[in-house]
């Protein structure tokens, strides 16, 4: 009888990129807790309104900014169309705002030109990049750097969060430049968050288990709602960049809208509730439906499915996302698929 | 022998509405186009940004204003998360800015309190409503109404080019508001959109042939870029509920992020190409690419598939739609659906 060699298995970035995630986070509010509100305060205690300019994974981050900054300071957000400014060449006015440009490689020609033509009509800017040796960290009156480390993994997990918590300490800054009787600093919650998704990484084998609704067929929906509806878009993204399975998320409370009459025909569905969510109640009274229509559902929050640590709402979607990590991960090894060597995808898209 | 006996076929309220879109859009015009510059004068004239809360099909009216009132009026425009006041009950500064609620029926619980909630922080309020009688209509400073009379259809189309028309001419009238050197009025152009809604309805033919990609399978992505976006979401919305293909909207620069890893898979792509558009070549290019990949490719937009007619940039949403109306509905037939009776949609969703 021959000896089992045991052979390691070769080592996967994806993987080591996302249980090295509480360790960004860690990094990024070490480096840069203190730095920040100062930056902030000069750069937003007036600001009337917030634009962002993000593609891909960053502009999920910049649809958790939406949440973040009205939440805790208040302030609404608009996600900038870059091609107004390639495209159609037209400058927004951009006076008494805070323009920030969201980008892992800060490369994106288009998100550089739409931070630089909103500095040049009146704009404060600021750049959320991991290499702060790029354009889009040159061209911005400030930079909240990612401290995230170099990515190798094709598809971004380590930068997202990174980019979240990014926000979320941007957003706290602003809260308290603009509230004399917030003076008290960052909210302690804050830094909890690297130990929360090191919590939330234990889920692996029940997001593995999960995953099994994804094995056949090319469809599925996410689901969420408020602050989490970021997340429902970064797990669509991973879906189909990692596991080939055409995503789409979605608002619970615009899936009722129209795009139900797409249910019970078999179509997974992903629903996202938090443990203690405001929504709870509404996002499992629709899970129940479209399970008992026969939509194969799986739940990530505290009922069956995945169950994950209590969050904060607004801090939840740091820790959620790390859930639909693992289960693009193993929905794109059981459909056969190498989750580090995606098809068709390049690190950076150059968008003119 | 017996004689044949030619049976009427029952009327479709959907195909009578699509076919009403260029008097429902010439009535809002006559109606509304002398008291639009009025009213959006005295809201909106030192307005520094624009905030919306629509839902749905409105909702992608709402993404045809963020073009729309940046490329006419130089304004930067944020999609409210009604959640934000809803879920949250949290108020989001709101001075020096003009609120706008989009709504067929002007009943959506949780727009009503978006801009109630906006009114009480200092916003001006403005109601796009069919529906004058309706409490959005009653919470607003101003009502825009649609005058596209009784929607009978269950998917909408008259009222959607009918909100398209509203907002272009509030974005137009926010144009010479603002700027003294434009007191010419408003864009003769914008008075020619009826003349070519009407030419687009002709496409009907070409339309349905290019549904016969949608005839098998669920899915389908429909790219385009720039202000046609909101076409590529209501194209998609209307594919839902239509013809039950799960169709998902992208930007061609976004799609090139990762979602083309499904390319490649006989994955339909419709292309939005409508004739000048500045994007053309790039998004011919991305045709042709996917094309080569195995993608059946349908264009909207003068090479092949259907033809449109020319439109300035910023109004072709209001044509182009026309011929993603006639695809859903082609295509519902195709499948052996009924798109007068879409499966699991009510007229009104009531999200509290």
Known sequence: MKAKILQKPPASPLRAEILEQPAAVARLLDAEGARAPRILRALGRKARFVMIAARGTSDNAARYAQYAFALRAGLPVALASPSIVTLYKTTVRARGSLFIGISQSGMSPDIVESLASAKRAGARTLAIVNNTNSPLARAADEVLPLHAGVERSIAATKTYTAELAAVALAAESLRIADSPRAGRGLAPELYRTPETIQKALRCEAAAETGAGILRKGGRAVVLARGVHLCTSHEISLKLKELARVLAEPYSSADFEHGPIALAGLGLPVIVLCPPGTPAAAELRALS?????????????????????PRAPEWLAPLSTIVAGQWLALHAALLRGLDPDRPAGITKITETL
Chains 1, 2 share one sequence.
């Open 288 to 308: 129940d439906r479209l399970a008992a229509k026969g939509c194969p559902v799986f739940e990530i929050g505290t009922r069956g499915g995945v169950k994950l």
